[in-house]
């Protein structure tokens, strides 16, 4: 079976745990898996050629039972569940109703969970009600379930435990009050906003075991909620965050496949052969290829592409990728080697960033420096990048006290580094610099302002990312900066240059960018040993 790089990071992610899970808490039960096929067994197809003449058992295929068994099987300590949260990529035409249906009702009634209320979520209540009539079928179609749950127009319910399992969209009449002990989100693209996941996602706190459940297919706006939870999920599989309570896999072609060749299509469609007909996809493949208006659609909804969305700039696994590049080093090691330094300052909800370049001896070596305001982080206002906290407990982010960033606390750090190593220049980005450049200035250091602009900034992005690939660049193993460098987006102009973006405004590049504004001197000016002072005068 092929898969994408995402499905076998999801598949090592798995496997990985099996052996280092019980280090943090966790251990693994394998019988969840076959409560899974079993519970499914028990539920009956209400549509398409399974349904007819007589709705047949539902039979979950092995990618399935790999998502919902990881799910349910990973367990803490005290036996509830490790994951809170799933987002699941997937195009259309796998089932995506079915299995989350099936979810709802698991969630719902049979999850040893008192009172437990469960919503089938979408942007509008008839959208919502899709995998919830696909429920409410189930239920019909299943003795063991018609008996206990009482049907209503927009209500499954069990009187006696006071559980039930409803529809809700942003348009209902009352979104507010929840005690959400599970959700299902079904084409979380649609949704514009984060308000429901928001709603949702804030309505699960008084829960022992809650579960949100988003499954999707590929969507245009890459400023949605939807792709944020991508993002992160995307960078949870890398290894650049680590997160044990959320779950994620995503079926698609890979960066460097041509959607044109059907060998590759199988990657993206785990139904492939079941749900999907092969010729069915040919022939939106053909009439994608042939109709530029139709290829879209084709992207999106078969082969589970974001098409409006950048694509990262660097490559974080594999051999030549950022994380393979992690050889940390001491001061004392490169105290001959010079020394380049880019700044990249804020003040308040940014990182402000230092990053010390060492140009020599045939390769570079980076080592960086990250700081925010101590109450922003213990007072929780970075809810969304909650890694901040344990990377500060880990000494790779610096907390200043107050509500701002103590831009003493960096001169000092500058000063102690230009005492160890030879910095011969520090590029800056003018805003909000002018009075540590004068101090830096007063303490005879050079200091040189880089303007974050295009010219500027292409050059030193793209020699970096050459670097990289040609086994020349060598980092501290920063986390910090490895997240930085992972939100790293950009695509090249019709001049073939650069500039980094970064895809939503919680994802943070200014160690990125302080890299790229100190690399600016030394990518332009690469000769910076006479020869003469390595192999001394030739006579001829």
Excluded at 387 to 400: F, R
Excluded at 401 to 430: C, H, M, T, W
Excluded at 499 to 506: E, G, I, T
Aim: glycine content about 6%; overall charge neutral; charged content about 25%.
């Amino acid at each position: 079976m092929v898969a994408c790089r995402w499905v076998i990071l999801a598949c090592q992610r798995h496997l990985d745990d099996l052996d280092t899970g019980h280090e943090r808490g966790l251990w693994w039960d394998a019988d969840e898996v076959e409560d899974w096929r079993l519970y499914f067994l028990g539920l009956r197809h209400s549509k398409g050629e399974w349904a007819k003449p007589t709705p047949q058992r539902i039979v979950l295929e092995s990618w399935q039972l790999f998502v919902l068994g990881v799910l349910w099987g990973w367990k803490k300590l005290d036996g509830s569940r490790r994951f809170r949260e799933a987002y699941i990529e997937v195009p259309r035409k796998q089932t995506k109703s079915t299995m989350a249906a099936g979810v709802g009702l698991r969630l719902g009634f049979d999850d040893d969970e008192p009172g437990a209320e469960v919503y089938a979520v979408a942007t509008k209540l008839k959208q919502a009600r899709v995998v919830w009539d696909e429920a409410k079928r189930m239920v019909r179609h299943a003795l063991r379930l018609r008996e206990r749950i009482v049907s209503l127009a927009l209500s499954l319910s069990d009187s006696a435990t006071s559980q039930k399992f409803e529809p809700l969209g942003a348009d209902s009449e009352k979104i507010d009050g929840l005690n959400v002990h599970g959700a299902t989100v079904d084409e979380f693209h649609a949704h514009k906003t984060p308000a429901m996941w928001t709603v949702i996602d804030t309505a699960t706190g008084a829960r022992r075991q809650p579960l949100l459940f988003a499954i999707t297919t590929a969507g245009f706006n890459r400023a949605s909620v939807c792709y944020d939870r991508r993002t992160y999920v995307t960078k949870l599989l890398q290894r650049v965050i680590e997160d044990d309570s959320v779950f994620g896999i995503i079926y698609t072609i890979d960066d460097e496949d041509d959607w044109r060749d059907p060998a590759c299509h199988a990657k993206a469609n785990p139904m492939m052969g079941i749900t999907v007909k092969p010729d069915d996809v040919a022939a939106h493949c053909k009439r994608a290829i042939e109709m530029p208006s139709e290829r879209t659609a084709f992207l999106t909804k078969r082969l589970n592409v974001w098409v409006n969305a950048d694509q990262a700039f660097f490559e974080m696994e594999g051999p030549r990728g950022w994380l393979a590049a992690a050889k940390p080093f001491d001061l004392v090691s490169v105290a001959g080697i010079p020394c380049w330094l880019g700044i990249d300052l804020a003040s308040k909800s940014d990182l402000a960033a230092v990053t010390a370049v060492f140009v020599g001896e045939g390769k570079v070596r980076i080592r960086t420096k990250f700081y925010l305001p101590r109450a922003l982080v213990l007072d929780g206002a970075h809810a969304e990048t909650a890694h901040y906290a344990g990377w500060a407990a880990s000494k790779h982010l610096t907390l200043t006290e107050g509500n701002l960033i103590d831009f003493a606390v960096i001169r000092e750090d500058i000063k102690a580094l230009a005492s160890q190593v030879d910095i011969r220049e520090i590029g800056y980005d003018p805003y909000q610099a002018t009075q540590i450049v004068t101090e830096l200035s007063d303490a005879g250091l050079t200091l040189v302002e880089i303007p974050q602009t295009v010219k500027s900034l292409s050059g030193p992005m793209k020699a970096i990312r050459d670097l990289l690939r040609d086994g020349k660049l060598e980092h501290d193993g920063n986390p910090v900066m490895a997240w930085c460098i992972s939100n790293v987006v950009a695509h090249e102009d019709a001049n073939e240059n650069v500039f980094p973006r970064k895809a939503s405004r919680n994802l943070k590049i200014d160690g990125a960018t302080a890299l790229f504004t100190g690399y600016a001197r030394p990518a332009v000016q690469p000769a910076t040993t006479s020869v003469y002072e390595t192999r001394g005068v030739l006579i001829l």
